[in-house]
């Protein structure tokens, strides 16, 4: 048997007979003519039908059918991508395909996210809805080059706790054999004590929020990308990590979906060689003067807020990143380490893009006795921090590191507002299907 | 500030002053002199302290407390790596340690398993202890470029689903917003419904087994490399790919773990250009003559059958790993794929490998039709698998795939018995912490 060849190949196969295979993207029947429009992983092919049975062979097949084509690889300037399959011969791989939920073949989409949600397994092969999925696969894949060439090692850490102790945000509990157990928010802790092990360490894994807010950036489950550094001077390293990492996460973008940035058209953030950074304080000056005061009176950014922030970099430093430093201390998990020269503020910081929060990280706590003092003045029991804080029992380097959410990059960068869009099968308060 | 240099690096600055930073792995003081072994992520450095107040400087430490070290490297070839860092000043970068919970500096490791898994975080610090999980790390890096290089696509698929169908395996429960929700036994059915998307696509993840058994090779959560592909003629193109990515897998262990390889002595495998296959019957015919039947009289290998196979491939076909192919349908969920020739039999396989099954894998059904007969005939209601179907009913190509278990993997590779040796925090059973 012949190999198959790609419909993105078919331009070096000028003059052959090849076999090709994929799904049925769009029938046209004209009167002797029909054209079968073909999909496959790297895009589109034609396959012209022509003689009196021509109708025939199109009315057999539904778009969505898997098919095999043998035919003729024939220079053809009007059609897509200069080339188009004569003579072909027809062989179904799947039975007859019910129709998709709606049509996969309009260039463009013509869905409510409801459907596209209700239908994934089949709404995705839309080239416009899987698209988001490859630019987030490259994103990872340069995460992972950029800490593999600075020193880091990957780890793997358990989804199950023991307690739920980490942060503020909802859990979700676990039956496990009997005892209560929760499902980890956050590989924060194991990153921390892995950093006396191995130093650097990263992990691409998922993270749970019982969130119990409908909102276009919240899910129970995202894909959290966490790196951990130690041997640092202060957060000022962790953020110089951070430039990196997003840089090359935009190379190779550019470098493995470019199609994708083509298809849609995509602006590509440019990452400073230096990332502009503002302190809160002032943040909240410029804010005060610039814009109507929170409703919440929080000590803290609220979206509006967050949005101007991000205007205001990319108008007065051109760019589309925008560190927040020095967060209070008060809004920071008990961890955070805070900045000596001012104890109410942190040495944590958010990274905003594009106007919305993208990143958190900064620099943590790194001797015992100052994670027995911020417990206590939280006023929480030791003992649930157990195995947590013997690491720091034993030596533990200053250290700091941060968390990016992968389906919120991914929508920052399409620009599409909701975090479902760049979600291969999200779950949130009311979806847990399919 | 100058750079910190890595205690590897050392030999190439002999003759400069440096900085470098680390854990106080051993201290020995003689009469006037004294030696403090700093242990970094790149290896091990001897610095000398000499004069009169040697003693009271190497007492001021503790093993694992953190260290910066400035001094002079100099050249000693009975030094280990041929130099020494000589006129040291410390600055200490943690408080004194605490006593590890056994000495680790010793080059082999003194505590039990247990010991081991209850102090894991500081555990892990041990140079021997570390290593698996650098083999890990190159295994997953290794699987990752070898099918990206065969164009696959990465996928993050939900680890909560909303019901307990995919296998008999026990499931572990979850409260999800008030409704019952379960944790994924594998991705399975999602990995299936992206191959209809991007035709090939893999997922490193945790999968959750609520395994009731106390085993060496069991775990609650473990880390599993999944790949699935389409446009398969059948099984056979899996075990291709399967192939490909274990050579993949082992040449970046040596590229990116060599150090590892060569600290612990390790055999690495070699994979042959095509791995040997014995179908399960013939197997069966094999083990019938020269073994002890299956005590559980079940149609499936017996762990003891399995030692016995592998030897047998080692001894008659040179390999270290094993395909076992035609498994019966009976023993296979319900999604394999019949071999069309002997409908009883599977287009499944298992891959053994020194002595233990590692991959599970084969060819799937992909008509529609065919998974409703297979769910009938297992008195399945169709109503549980809806979301999962409806992708078949709209054209799915040939297909299958596998999965490594990433514990098993390492534990094979180095030889240990136990998984929770090769599990950063292992979750079983009894285990829950830390």
């Known amino acids: ?30 009167k002797s003519i029909g054209f079968v429009v073909i999909r496959d992983r790297s895009g589109l092919a034609q396959v012209v039908v022509t003689g009196p049975a021509s109708g025939t062979t199109t009315e057999n097949m539904s778009e969505e059918t898997v098919v095999e084509v043998h035919g003729l690889v024939t220079a053809n300037a009007q059609a897509p991508g200069g080339v188009e399959i ?18 996969l073949y309009k260039p463009h989409v013509t869905a409510t996210l409801p459907t596209i949600l209700d239908n994934a397994g089949v709404a995705l092969r839309h080239p416009r809805l899987r698209a988001p999925f490859e630019v987030a696969a490259a994103s990872v894949a340069g995460f992972r080059r950029t800490l593999d060439r600075l020193g880091f090692t990957e780890i793997h850490t358990p989804k199950i706790v023991g307690s739920a102790t980490e942060s503020g945000a909802g859990v979700f509990g676990i039956d496990y054999f009997g005892q209560r157990a929760y499902l980890a928010q956050s590989p924060q802790f194991f990153k921390q004590a892995l950093v006396g092990v191995f130093e650097r360490v990263y992990e691409v894994g998922p993270v749970f929020r019982a ?11 995202y894909t959290s990308l966490d790196a951990e550094l130690g041997f640092i001077t202060d957060y000022r390293d962790v953020m110089t990590v951070l430039r990196e990492t997003l840089a090359g996460m935009i190379a190779t973008v550019v ?7 083509d298809l849609l058209e995509l602006e590509l953030p440019e990452v400073p060689a230096e990332i502009p950074a503002i302190d809160f304080v002032e943040a909240g000056e410029l804010l005060t003067r610039h814009t109507e005061p929170d409703p919440r009176g929080e000590p803290d950014l609220a979206p509006a807020h967050e949005r101007w922030l ?8 051109g760019s589309e990143f925008l560190f927040v430093t020095g967060y209070p201390m008060a809004k920071r998990p008990f ?36 994670y027995v003092t911020a417990l206590d003045a939280r006023g929480e029991p030791l003992e649930s921090y157990q195995d947590y804080l013997s690491v ?43």
């Not at 003579?87 to 179904?92: D, L």
């Not at 380490?337 to 990143?359: I, M, Q, W």
């Not at 200053?398 to 099968?425: C, S």
Request: aromatic letters at 8%; glycine letters at 10%; proline letters at 10%.
């Open 310 to 317: 991000s205007a205001w970099a990319a108008r007065t430093h």
């Open 255 to 261: 470098e493995r979906a470019g199609d994708v940035v």
């Open 335 to 370: 961890y955070t380490h805070p900045d000596p020269a001012r104890p109410g503020c942190s040495n944590g910081f958010d990274l905003l893009f594009r106007g919305l929060e993208l990143v958190t990280g900064g620099q943590r706590l790194h001797r015992y006795r100052d």
């Open 392 to 434: 720091f029992a034993h030596g533990m380097p200053p250290h700091g590191g941060f968390a990016i959410g992968l389906e919120r990059w991914t929508a920052r960068l399409l620009g599409v507002p909701n975090i479902r869009q760049t979600t291969l099968f999200p779950r949130d308060l009311h979806r847990l299907n399919p």
């Open 86 to 103: 004569t003579g072909p011969t027809f062989t179904p791989l799947s039975d007859r395909a019910e129709p998709p939920p709606f049509g």
């Open 211 to 221: 969130e119990p807010h409908d909102t276009a950036r919240h899910l129970a489950q």
């Open 1 to 30: 048997m012949i190999s198959r060849v790609l419909a993105a190949d078919l331009p070096k196969h000028v003059g052959s007979q090849v076999r090709i295979a994929g799904w049925v993207h769009r029938r046209r029947q004209l």
